[in-house]
């Protein structure tokens, strides 16, 4: 039987049979994977939180160690945080929190560029090695474009640090246009784009701009979010791979092995599945395309995007 032709069978087969292939030499706990996209914060502060709003279900105290509690399809060893909190400060205490936990390997902050303290507050935070890059949304990456704008982007490739852009599925096209203009500065598509993911085939603009995005080098793509973009319009969002397969597909086809990276977008992600259930979509894909690019997907890629440092104890 060939082995595409097995893999297929079931996904509960797939999984067994693949943790078992790929990682017979050194045991599933070898396996590092790096969530490269969590968030935390915490409403009980005095100063309380910006977002999420109460009276959610995501209004809570949430901290790194709440997720190393979640049930897991594989063990987690590591995480990045994206702040989405708009307040300066609130760098400064994620920051804080994970000074004395190795888990968390780096930290993606909210800063603005174009705002007149933001090289100044870039150098603040970037002294910290744990300050790995900031994200921004990509209404205000197509303001730079069209302003022609991109002096507070050439300081954070000079520190050596990393953008994340978040937005809708005309993100990549966008992240395609910036990409030439600053080489030397490493891009993070975060969410394939947050195109929502239906039982039809991939919307053909955003295909395109996925393509168009990973000709440059210095983009990465998460591959996270995907159980949200299913779950839009009320729908359930579905657990098995072969529903999502051809969103990887374009992505993974167009990036390569080199250049996907592992997120869950968690605790956000819940409102749409539990985690075991997205990181096994996302592990059972990857474990398809053989232990190397498993490796490179659960944390090898992410460490040549976000170039953070390991630290003791992680493990």
């Not at 594989?74 to 929190?97: F, H």
């Not at 500065?185 to 039809?200: E, F, S, Y």
């Not at 779950?231 to 529903?243: I, K």
Request: proline fraction near 6%; include cysteine.
């Amino acid at each position: 039987m060939q082995r595409r032709s097995f893999l297929a069978c079931s996904a509960a087969s797939l999984a067994s049979w693949s943790l078992s292939d790929l990682l017979a030499k050194d045991g599933p706990d070898k396996l590092d994977i790096i969530d490269c996209h969590t968030h935390f914060y915490d409403p009980t502060r005095p100063e309380g939180i910006p977002w999420p709003g109460k009276g959610t279900s995501l209004y809570r105290t949430v901290l790194p160690k709440h997720l190393r509690e979640l049930k897991q399809f594989r063990k987690v060893t590591g995480t990045v945080i994206v702040e989405a909190s708009p307040v300066v400060e609130d760098n400064q205490w994620l920051l804080d929190i994970s000074k004395d936990d190795p888990f968390v390997v780096g930290i993606v902050g909210n800063l603005k560029p174009g705002e007149p303290e933001f090289a100044k507050q870039l150098n603040r935070f970037a002294v910290n090695p744990l300050f790995r890059g900031i994200r921004v949304s990509v209404t205000l990456v197509k303001q730079l474009l069209q302003k022609n704008d991109f002096a507070d982007l050439k300081r954070m490739a000079d520190l050596d640090l990393s953008l994340d852009v978040n937005g809708g599925p005309d993100t990549p096209a966008a992240l395609a246009e910036l990409a030439p203009k600053l080489p030397s500065l490493r891009l993070v598509l975060n969410h394939i784009g947050n195109v929502q993911c239906k039982k039809d085939a991939p919307p053909a603009d955003w295909q395109a701009g996925i393509v168009a995005a990973a000709k440059h080098s210095n983009v990465f793509c998460k591959i996270s979010a995907m159980v949200e973009g299913a779950a839009r319009d009320g729908q359930t969002a579905p657990n098995t791979l072969d529903f999502y397969r051809p969103y990887i597909d374009v992505v993974w086809n167009a990036f390569g092995d080199d250049r996907v990276i592992y997120g869950s977008n968690w605790p956000v992600s819940e409102r749409a599945s539990d985690y075991e259930t997205l990181q096994r979509i996302s592990l059972e894909y990857a474990f398809e395309r053989g232990e190397q690019a498993t490796r490179q997907f659960c944390s090898l890629n992410a460490k040549r995007a976000y170039k953070w440092v390991e630290r003791d104890g992680r493990r």
